[in-house]
């Protein structure tokens, strides 16, 4: 006998989706205004709100509508702005809403969410490292993925892992004389490329340790075979 039971699809349903919009119109009361929901794939319905009303409507979202959890919290860099985006789910109703906060695009700030969703600590510290957006009032707002002298913020478009430089045309471009005497390369300004280097000192990638200086045999000789002593396995 097959006992394996059905998927449970009712966070997918239509009316289920059309419930929890109609109870997004507490909303509208926070916000001063109307604010569009939208019925997106994947059974979330999704909102935007103006940065200075989303405490409150955070706060309203968790004690009049029901979101107890706080689950995701992304930065996107739209180059004329910064949205920070929040996933919110309501587990008893089984529901799943996404609100969109638009940010200014060169100094990206919005109010932490860490007050009323405990869960924001590390996931907006991750949006603060990736993306740059700064969470006021976050208890402890610092990287936690890239070192702490990272310059920059590797999920904006801007960012760049080395400068950008200024090319000549390719040697096949010009001719033979000036291809082999080197010309078409002179007065270039040239970068030094950076293995996510960031910082004062090369690293393979952020948390590793540093080449040269940080090197254990540098400290301690292990692994150092003096030129007077015999290799290992080496015969005479």
């Not at 799943?96 to 940010?103: I, N, P, T, Y």
């Not at 109010?111 to 009032?137: H, K």
Request: with cysteine; charged share 25%.
């Amino acid at each position: 006998m097959d006992i394996a039971e059905k998927p449970l699809l009712v966070a997918f349903d239509r009316d289920h989706l059309a419930t929890l919009v109609s109870q997004l119109d507490v909303v509208d009361a926070v916000v001063g205004a109307p604010v569009a929901k939208q019925i997106m794939n994947g059974g979330i319905v999704g909102i935007e709100v103006p940065a200075a009303k989303l405490l409150e409507v955070a706060t309203m979202l968790r004690d009049k509508v029901g979101f107890e959890m706080l689950t995701c919290v992304t930065g996107v860099d739209f180059v004329d702005h910064v949205q920070s985006l929040y996933h919110l789910r309501g587990i008893a109703q089984n529901w799943l809403l996404q609100v969109r906060v638009r940010l200014d695009a060169d100094e990206p700030v919005v109010d932490s969410l860490y007050g009323i969703y405990p869960s924001a600590n590390w996931l907006e510290r991750e949006q603060y490292d990736l993306v740059g957006i700064t969470y006021r009032g976050h208890p402890d707002l610092r990287r936690i993925m890239l070192d702490d002298d990272f310059e920059g913020h590797p999920l904006r478009r801007d960012f760049r892992m080395t400068p950008l430089t200024l090319h000549d045309r390719a040697t096949t471009q010009v001719s033979a004389g000036r291809a082999i005497a080197g010309e078409q390369q002179e007065g270039q300004e040239r970068g030094a490329p950076k293995r996510l280097g960031q910082g004062s000192q090369e690293r393979l990638h952020p948390g590793k340790q540093t080449f040269g200086s940080a090197a254990v045999y540098l400290s301690t000789g292990q692994g150092v075979v003096e030129p007077t002593q015999k290799k290992p396995g080496k015969k005479k």
